[in-house]
């Protein structure tokens, strides 16, 4: 049966041509089509997030079995309406975020999902406050090469197995979304998709390790709080001074260490797709590029080998399941279907019913805040890209993009930062704010960690990381 669901896939991935950052045409857009939606149009986006926050809490068991079809009701009921209203113009927006924007977000999901499952740690691991603090360091240094992503998939099981006799856990997999599926993304194109996109339209690569400062004060202050709340916790569960005894220590080994060349092999094919310029087509109206078909051709075919080279018993080992990919397909399939409105909106500018947020950004904090809380709860890729074009007409109204961005870095790069840091570090306010977060918290709750409600991790994330995005606002900008 996965095996049909991925040939589909890959069907999918060569009909799409799926261009998930495409310079020219990735988030081309019908500016008039946001100056003429109302703002109640959002209603539908505003649902399915309830939905995800409230059903859970107050219906698990009904959620757990139709989670897919809630996403598709409230898709269907923005979607009708919407058709009927607007004809080709709807027809249009749906055939664009589906054909370049969610195709190629599961393909890739789904490519790293697969690929970094084929890797086991095996061994005595502890998990003592240093042990967890290294895994938490070690994922927050590698998730800017092989994508927030990639490396939660490759190190949070072995967090929740080195801590599977801990009694306290959900401030593990909290921190670890904190840092290692969003924070750590912040220092190459490479680790999260605003980032990837900016580099697209003309920021240069290593362009983003200005954001070096930034990044290593939160992560700091987060380890720093993560090492004493863990430490806390372990001594008042009582395992202070317990150890395991030499002769029950197994030495640590990695199994299915090839996976490394297929995630490699990810990366590449991402990078490729923004330097290589192979020409453009168009389907059913939308326009793609040729390479982004090469690119999601060498993500499914790095997943396929994945499957094939790996022998189950490493995935059975891992607890290897298909139900975390599955739930973030499902509701990100009604996700990008309601978020089309508030897309449209901001893209509209001032003519827009949005017009009063994109009116307000001003100073480099406005942009650092209000693109940072609208990429907790939209697509953080075209948020980032909506406030870059506001600061470029801002500032370089007229001139072509690459000199504007140019003169950007060179005389307002405060804004650049802002504008960055806001789309990758605020992704970490809520689950649906990077898709990691939903695919970390969906395997933590297969192994048994009860996991707070969509409002429940929002406390954890207004207590801890409010007050630190307050204190980068008072330091940086």
């Known amino acids: 049966m996965i095996y049909r669901a991925i040939a589909v896939l890959f069907i999918l991935a060569l009909l799409a041509g799926a261009a998930w950052a495409d310079e020219d045409g990735a988030h081309e857009s019908h500016p008039s089509l946001g100056e003429q939606l109302p703002l109640w149009s959002v209603i539908p986006f505003i649902g399915i997030l309830l939905s995800i926050a409230l059903f859970p809490l107050f219906k698990p068991e009904f959620w757990h079995h139709h989670f897919g079809k809630v996403s598709a009701f409230w898709a269907l009921l923005f979607a009708v309406p919407f058709l009927l209203a607007y004809g080709h113009e709807a027809l249009h927006e749906i055939l664009h975020i589906y054909l370049a924007d969610y195709i190629p977000f599961i393909i890739l999901l789904w490519a ?16 003592k406050p ?3 603090l290294s895994i938490l360091i070690l994922g927050t240094l590698i998730a800017s090469w092989i994508g927030t992503t990639g490396a939660s998939m490759l190190l949070i099981r072995p967090l929740l197995r080195a801590n599977a006799a801990r009694k306290h856990k959900v401030h593990l997999v909290v921190f670890f979304i904190f840092l290692v599926s969003n924070i750590g993304g912040s220092l190459t194109p490479l680790g999260d998709p605003p980032l990837f996109l900016g580099f697209l339209h003309s920021v240069p690569f290593f362009w983003t390790f200005n954001l070096l400062r930034e990044m290593l004060f939160v992560s700091g202050l987060l380890l720093l709080l993560f090492f004493l709340i863990d430490s806390y916790f372990y001594r008042s569960e009582g395992i202070r001074g317990r150890s395991v005894e030499s002769g029950d220590r197994v030495g640590l080994r990695v199994r299915g260490l090839h996976n490394l060349l297929f995630l490699g092999g990810i990366i590449g094919g991402v990078l490729m797709s ?5 020409g453009h087509f168009d389907l059913f ?10 690119r999601d051709f060498i993500l499914v075919l790095m997943g396929l080998l994945s499957l094939k080279t790996t022998h189950s018993e490493i995935r059975s080992k891992n607890e290897f399941t298909w139900f975390p ?3 973030v397909a499902y509701l990100f399939a009604g996700i990008f279907m309601c978020i089309i409105p508030a897309l449209a909106l901001l893209r509209a500018g001032s003519a827009g019913a949005l017009s009063f947020i994109i009116e307000a950004v001003r100073q480099p904090w406005h942009y650092f805040w209000i693109t940072g809380s609208l990429s907790s709860f939209l697509d953080n890729a075209p948020t980032y890209l909506t406030f870059l074009n506001t600061a470029l007409g801002n500032f370089f109204a007229g001139l072509p993009e690459n000199a504007a961005v140019g003169r950007l870095i060179a005389e307002q790069g405060i804004y650049l930062k802002a504008i960055s840091l806001g789309a990758v570090l605020m992704g970490a306010n809520t689950y649906i704010g990077n898709a990691p977060n939903f695919m970390v918290r969906s395997i933590a709750e297969e192994r048994g960690v009860i996991m707070p409600s969509f409002f429940g991790y929002m406390i954890w994330s207004i207590l801890i990381l409010l007050p630190i995005f307050t204190l980068v606002t008072v330091i940086f900008f």
């Open 112 to 127: 790293l999902f697969t690929a970094a499952g084929g890797i086991l740690i095996e061994g005595t691991l502890e998990g």
């Open 130 to 132: 240093a042990a967890n």
């Open 274 to 278: 923004g330097l290589l310029h192979l």
């Open 285 to 294: 109206g939308i326009h793609l590029g040729w390479a982004n078909i090469l």
């Open 325 to 327: 990919i599955k739930e």
